[in-house]
C-alpha cells in the first residue's frame, strides 16, 4: 500500500468560486503513471485530495496531516506558486522542509516549461523538499497543461527520491505523451501557457 497526498492551493477554489483543475490533474496524471508492485504482486495506491485558501496555516495543517494522519510517502501541491501576493506555496514548504530542500525540482520544472516556449515559466518559485524525512513535497502549478509538464519533468526524481527516504518503490509504467513538454520551435505559432 501507498498513499499519496494531492493538495489545491487556491483562495477561489477553496471558496467555491471556481472549478479545481489543478488537483484533478495531478491525481489523473499519477495514476496513470505510477504503479506499485510488491514481492512481485500489484498493490493499491491510494490518493487523498485537500483544498485549502492561499493561506500558510492552511496549507501547513494539510501537509502535516496527510504527512502524519494518512501516512503520505509523497504529497503534491498545485497552485500558489508565481509571484502574487497571495502565493505562498513554495516558502510554505521551505520552511517545513528546512535544509532537506530539492532546488533541482525547481530547476527542471522551470527548464521543461521554458524549453516548450512558456515564457513565464521563470516566474515559477515551484520547489521540492523533504519533510519530516518521511514525505516528499512537490510544487507544481495549477494549470493542467503545467502539471503535466512539470511531474513529467521529474517523475523519475520522484520514484528514486522516495526510495531514498524509505518510502515504497513506485514502478513508472510509460512515458508521459505531453506535447506540451517537447522542445519548442520559434519557427511555429504558439500561444503562451502561464504556469503560476
Known amino acids: 500500500m501507498c498513499d499519496i497526498g494531492v493538495i489545491t ?8 468560486e471556481y472549478e479545481d483543475r489543478g488537483g484533478p490533474a495531478v491525481l489523473s496524471f499519477l495514476s496513470e503513471q505510477l504503479a506499485l508492485f510488491e514481492n512481485g504482486n500489484s ?6 485530495s485537500k483544498i485549502v485558501s492561499d493561506d500558510t496555516n492552511q496549507l501547513t495543517e494539510a501537509i502535516k496531516s496527510l504527512s502524519s494522519d494518512k501516512n503520505c510517502c509523497l504529497i503534491v501541491t498545485t497552485g ?17 522542509c528546512k535544509d532537506w530542500i530539492l532546488h533541482g525540482f525547481g530547476e527542471r520544472m522551470r527548464t521543461a516549461s521554458w524549453d516548450a516556449g512558456v515564457k513565464t515559466a521563470p516566474i515559477s518559485r515551484a520547489t521540492a523538499g523533504v519533510y519530516d524525512r518521511k514525505t516528499l513535497i512537490v510544487n507544481v502549478p495549477g494549470s493542467p497543461k ?6 513529467s519533468a521529474v ?3 520522484i520514484t528514486h527520491g522516495l526510495v531514498h527516504i524509505g518510502a515504497p518503490k513506485l514502478k513508472i509504467i510509460q512515458a508521459h505523451p505531453n506535447p506540451l ?5 520559434p519557427n511555429k505559432h504558439h500561444h503562451d501557457h502561464t504556469h503560476t
Not at 146 to 151: E, I, P, Q, S
Open 80 to 96: 500558489g506558486t508565481g509571484i502574487s501576493e497571495r502565493d505562498i506555496t513554495p516558502q510554505t514548504t521551505e520552511a517545513l
Open 9 to 16: 492551493v487556491s483562495d477561489r477554489a477553496f471558496r467555491g
Open 155 to 157: 517523475l523519475v526524481s
Open 146 to 151: 503545467a502539471v503535466d509538464c512539470c511531474l
Open 181 to 185: 513538454c517537447a522542445p519548442h520551435d
Open 43 to 48: 498493490e493499491s495506491i491510494r490518493f487523498h
